[in-house]
């Protein structure tokens, strides 16, 4: 991998600034400054620091975020200063990270965030269906003839009805829904068909992947390896 690339891929700038670096002689790679921002480099081999600060570097990195309310889902948007959710991943070694999906400003829970697209990409396509289990709040009494109604799919303005979905009544006004489609705002639009308004939405689910109960609103943390495994092989027996 080029140096430059491999410098701007783990966050250290544009590939603009880190050609500068490299030309200022800040960069050493096994501790020989290099100046050649074109330099090829063994990743996963070499030593690169700068300033002598040593670099780690990750292919693609999966971290579980408890996304906090009031932050947005999207990736870095250069041009505002608005935080979104991969600036709260600190650690982080790559610059490329996105969230999988996306949840509402107000919504909270599980956000699976990487830099694996192809991962991505399996994860969100509407042909696998994934399941997404959120824990929904109401204005008020969701009654079973409503869930049930819900359930069986419902017309929420869009081109299609939703798909069936499964909804467990926990109380009065509270509600697990799994649902297998990522329609904006699907959820609150499906409710908004009985008169409810949803007033607390957390997502706690993903595929296989649970929201660990010990990350508070906002905490983050790596997957395991065999979390990752099986977000790897979540769709092996699915035909489509
Ligand atoms: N459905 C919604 O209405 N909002 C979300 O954030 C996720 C699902």
């Known amino acids: 991998m080029r140096l430059d ?32 921002p074109a330099a090829k480099i063994d990743e996963n081999k070499d ?11 990750a ?19 250069k041009k505002s200063n608005t935080v ?14 996105f969230p999988v999906g996306r949840l509402d400003k107000d919504t909270e829970g599980l956000l699976i965030i990487t830099n694996d697209g192809d991962l ?13 289990t959120y824990f929904t709040e109401l204005d008020g009494t969701l009654s079973k003839e409503a869930a049930e109604r819900i359930m069986n799919g419902v017309d929420i303005g869009d081109e299609k009805p939703t798909l ?9 006004r509270t509600c697990f ?19 409810l308004r949803v007033t607390g939405l957390k997502r706690i689910s993903m595929g296989p992947i649970s929201l660990d109960p010990e990350l508070q609103s906002g905490e983050y943390r790596c997957l395991s390896e065999a979390e990752i495994e099986l977000l790897k092989n979540f769709d092996k027996a699915d035909k489509n």
């Open 84 to 97: 979104c959710v991969t600036d709260l991943i600190k650690e982080k070694i790559r610059s490329d990270l």
């Open 164 to 172: 069936p979905c499964n909804i467990n009544i926990l109380s009065d």
């Open 120 to 132: 991505a990409h399996r994860m969100l396509s509407p042909k696998k269906h994934v399941d997404k």
């Open 59 to 77: 292919d693609l990195e999966y971290y579980m975020l408890n996304k906090p309310k009031g932050v947005i889902s999207a990736s870095r948007d």
């Open 177 to 195: 829904i799994t649902i297998h489609e990522g329609r904006y705002h699907e959820i609150k639009r499906m409710f908004q068909t009985e008169g």
């Open 5 to 36: 690339k491999f410098l701007a891929e783990t966050g250290r700038g544009t590939r603009t600034a880190v050609k500068k670096l490299v030309n200022a002689g800040k960069v050493k790679v096994n501790g020989e400054v290099v100046k050649d």
């Open 47 to 57: 030593e690169v620091s700068i300033d002598g600060e040593v670099i780690a570097y």
